[in-house]
């Protein structure tokens, strides 16, 4: 499978995207190069409760997770068909075991109380089912209702949209900025933890590393 040509608009926003990396203070978090997850320090910009009984507050320190554009498989031509969404789903599940092992072996993230980040996709239940598979709570967020919180998303939205065109082409073939929608996906610390005791794969994958 091949990555996105690299264009000019293409080659402009990966040396961006290395920039903006720097700057945030996004750090790698294994050096397996499947390892699709990095890290920086937020703070959470609302209140929000999880199924496991989390409760994320506003100002709580969380863990952001950005997704290295570079390491995600590249869609075939053919479409997200299920044999990518598996083998996506099996690195991101992998990635989440990385994770753990990186916070557990970092007493300074131990204040942390939950991981994730807002997130730009396709309204559709099957990528909210990838997401939800790999252990995520997922919400469709509102609009925001001030003009600095709209122009905000909007920069975000459009942001995401060009990285797809950067590193992963077919996911934006037919697909424009307006068609990505707001979500936020979240996962509490004792979920993260739990399913990294929980889950085979991500012990046997881990054992393997």
């Not at 903006?20 to 409760?49: F, Q």
């Not at 991101?92 to 970092?106: F, I, Q, T």
């Not at 919400?139 to 600095?148: A, C, Q, Y």
Request: proline residues 7%; contains cysteine; charged residues 25%.
């Amino acid at each position: 499978m091949q990555r996105a040509r690299s264009d000019i608009l293409n080659l402009l926003t990966r040396t961006l995207d290395l920039v903006l990396r720097r700057l945030g203070r996004i750090r790698d978090i294994s050096d397996d190069p499947t390892c699709i997850y990095s890290l920086s320090l937020g703070t959470a910009r609302k209140n929000t409760a999880l199924p496991d009984g989390t409760v994320i507050q506003k100002g709580d320190p969380v863990g952001v997770i950005h997704i290295r554009s570079d390491r995600v498989p590249p869609i075939p031509p053919s479409g997200p068909e299920m044999a990518w969404a598996n083998t996506t789903a099996r690195i991101a599940r992998r990635s989440l075991g990385l994770l753990a092992e990186y916070v557990s072996a970092h007493p300074a993230l131990a204040h942390l109380v939950a991981f994730g980040n807002d997130s730009f996709f396709l309204n559709t239940r099957p990528n909210t089912r990838l997401l939800e598979k790999i252990g995520f709570v997922v919400f469709r967020e509102d609009p925001p209702g001030n003009p600095l919180g709209r122009l905000r998303v909007a920069v975000a939205r459009f942001w995401t949209w060009l990285l797809r065109r950067a590193f992963n082409q077919e996911s934006v073939r037919g697909v424009y900025p307006r068609d990505l929608v707001h979500h936020s996906m979240w996962l509490s610390r004792r979920a993260l933890f739990g399913r990294l005791a929980a889950d085979p794969e991500i012990q046997e994958e881990s054992d393997q590393a």
